[in-house]
Structure formats: structure tokens, C-alpha cells
């Protein structure tokens, strides 16, 4: 029988997280017992506190004494929340912990944010993970060695999984669940829970948000001369020649403080202003698709599709409550 351990960090762990992550691999050995089966697996939510106090206090999880779990075959990390670096320096020892599980051959599956506990044992060094997109930003500042991918809802590395986050985490749960019992028994929580089985990508939910805070005042120029002329044809020779600085200067310094090419950023905007206009206006796709500056129908559908997972019709179907207009 399996082991599996729900860790419970000191300080600001995410409930939601926890007890679902519980629940669905609780029912998954209940449902294989039922086919007749021996347990397939046993949970526990483990930590090296007593008594952790979550969502304002409302709520208190009273783990068992992970001192006492010597081995165990599967680890899960929850979300944690906000104070990262406050959670970080207060799970030392828990950080510890997951280091030697994996050392001694365990699995380790995180949720979300908690990629941050996960990444200061150092085992995504030169690899790579999911996270919210939300919290890509802050994951980069920190741990700049790691590869982030803000449009999967998994990655899966050598015996370990991350999770893009919030209620997606449900989908990573079926994943183990699959992994570890079989596909019928996945797709019975996923009809139980009434889950998603085959979604697979975060990309329709995110936001771009701009890296604003650099630093450097000629990228920021070049920021705000890109937002306020999406409908223009820019070319970027013109631009770096108006900041005074060579093209290859232009880029490197473009990338480096904001983290994508400055075409890369442009396209990002331009998706995200008319996911906007998709979402509120009484407007066809073909009238975004000219107010932010395409001219070429097949390569905005394209672009579109690239960073939203969606086709501009289909996001405008799911997101608009306005009759859909083509």
C-alpha cells in the first residue's frame, strides 16, 4: 500500500487545497476497495505543528507528527499564500523533509504556490514548473533558474508534478489518481466531482500583466510608446533608433527587464486588449482584430489561440454574455 503525504506548512497554508486534495484520493481508494481491491493507498496530512489556523482563523487542521513518517511514497505540497518568503524561512524544516523524501525515493506533487517550498529544496534547479499565472512574476524574482510555464496545468519531471493552481489543482489530483490507481478510477472522481478530465492548459484564465518595476527608464519608455500604439504598425529598428540605442542593445536590454522580446510583448498586449474587447464590447471578432492592429485574419487566430488556448470565437462565446457575433 502506498503512502501519501499531505505536508501542512507552518503559517498560511490554502484549506481548499488540503481537504479537496483529501477527499478526492480518499474516494479514489474507496471506489477501488468497492471494485475488490485491497487499499491502494493510505493519506495522511502531516506537518511539524500541532494546530495550523487557516482562512482567518475560521478553520484548524490538526496534523499527525510528520517526525513520525520515515518514508513515504508520494508527497503533496498545497498552495500557500502571499508571505512566501515568510513561509519560506518558517518551513526550513519541512523544506528539509520534502529534500530527504525525494532523496529516499518519494514522489513529490505540488499545488500552486506550493512551487515556492518546493523550489527551496533546490530539486527544480535547471528544470521546470507550473504556477499560477498570477504568481509567475514574484516565482521568477526568486528563483530566476527555473523555468515557468503559466499556460500548462501540469508539468511532470522526474518524480515530480506542479500544478498551475487555484481550483485547477483538481485536475492534478486526477492525474495521481490515474497514475496511481488506473483511468477508470479517474474518470469515476472526475464524474463524482464533476471535473474537467481532459483540461489541460491555464492559458484562457491568465492575464498579462507587465513587468513594470525594472528599473529602466528606456524600457519603460518603450513600454508605454508600444500600449498606446497597437493599431500603429510599429517597427522596432524606428523605436530603438528614437531611444538612441542599437536594435541588439534594444532587445537584450527589452528582454531583460521585462522578460519578453519586444515583440513577444507587443503580441501579449494586443491579445490581451482584445480579449478585454471580447469579453464587454458588442463587437465582431474582425472589428477587434483591427482595433488592435491586425490586419491578417489567419495570424491574429493564430496568435490568439498561441496565448489564450482558444480560438477569438470561442473566447468570446465562453466570456461574453452578448450574442455572439462572427
Known amino acids: 500500500m502506498k503512502q501519501v503525504t499531505i505536508v501542512i506548512p507552518d503559517r498560511d497554508a490554502n484549506l481548499s487545497s488540503i481537504s479537496g486534495t483529501f477527499q478526492i484520493l480518499t474516494r479514489a481508494n474507496q471506489y477501488w476497495q468497492r471494485l475488490g481491491n485491497e487499499p491502494m493507498i493510505e493519506v495522511r496530512i502531516a506537518g511539524f505543528v500541532k494546530e495550523v489556523k487557516l482562512e482567518d482563523g475560521f478553520f484548524s487542521v490538526y496534523p499527525v507528527n510528520i517526525k513520525d513518517i520515515k518514508k513515504t511514497d508520494l508527497v503533496i505540497i498545497p498552495a500557500i499564500l502571499y508571505d512566501y518568503d515568510t513561509v519560506i524561512q518558517k518551513n526550513k524544516e519541512l523544506i528539509d523533509w520534502v529534500k530527504e523524501q525525494y532523496d529516499n525515493g518519494a514522489e513529490i506533487a505540488t499545488i500552486c504556490t506550493g512551487a515556492f517550498l518546493l523550489a527551496s529544496t533546490g530539486l527544480l534547479d535547471g528544470q521546470s514548473c507550473s504556477i ?44 495521481l489518481v490515474e497514475k496511481f490507481f488506473d483511468r477508470e478510477t479517474a474518470i469515476h472522481c472526475s464524474k463524482i466531482f464533476q471535473i474537467d478530465i481532459e483540461r489541460t492548459s491555464q492559458s484562457p484564465f491568465s492575464v498579462f500583466q507587465p513587468q513594470k518595476n525594472h528599473g529602466d527608464e528606456l524600457v519603460s519608455k518603450a513600454q508605454t510608446y508600444i500600449e498606446e500604439n497597437l493599431s500603429e504598425k510599429i517597427s522596432f529598428e524606428d523605436l530603438a533608433s528614437q531611444l538612441a540605442i542599437s536594435r541588439r542593445n534594444f532587445d537584450r536590454r527589452f528582454v531583460k527587464a521585462v522578460g519578453n522580446t519586444p515583440m513577444e510583448y507587443l503580441q501579449r498586449v494586443k491579445i490581451e486588449v482584445a480579449k478585454r474587447l471580447l469579453e464587454k464590447e458588442r463587437t465582431t471578432v474582425f472589428e477587434v482584430m483591427y482595433e488592435v492592429g491586425y490586419s491578417d485574419d489567419k495570424a491574429f487566430r493564430e496568435v490568439f489561440k498561441k496565448l489564450t488556448g482558444l480560438s477569438p470565437l470561442d473566447y468570446k462565446a465562453r466570456y461574453n454574455k452578448q450574442p455572439v457575433a462572427v
Not at 510555464?149 to 498551475?164: A, E, K, M, Q, S
Open 132 to 175: 499560477h499565472w498570477n504568481t509567475a512574476s514574484a516565482f521568477k524574482q526568486r528563483f530566476p533558474n527555473i523555468g515557468i510555464h503559466t499556460d500548462r496545468l501540469i508539468t511532470v519531471g522526474p518524480r515530480i508534478y506542479t500544478n498551475g493552481g487555484a481550483f485547477s489543482f483538481l485536475n492534478l489530483v486526477l492525474f
